[in-house]
């Protein structure tokens, strides 16, 4: 995915920004996949653990 971005420009000017671009991208997949385990956890003990974590 970052590949895309810095070949369309959309990922800064120049290297701090486009880590910063980076690191963002990297903060929402992790929360994507917290939020996908969440709601796929059968276990409701589990699930209880996962928000908390």
Not at 12 to 23: I, M, P, V, Y
Not at 33 to 50: M, R, Y
């Amino acid at each position: 995915m970052s590949h895309t971005v810095r070949d369309s420009d959309l990922a800064g000017k120049n290297s701090w920004e486009q880590a910063l671009c980076d690191q963002t991208l990297e903060l929402v997949y992790d929360l994507i996949l917290k939020v996908v385990k969440h709601l796929f956890e059968k276990d409701e003990e589990k699930k209880v653990c996962v928000i908390h974590a």
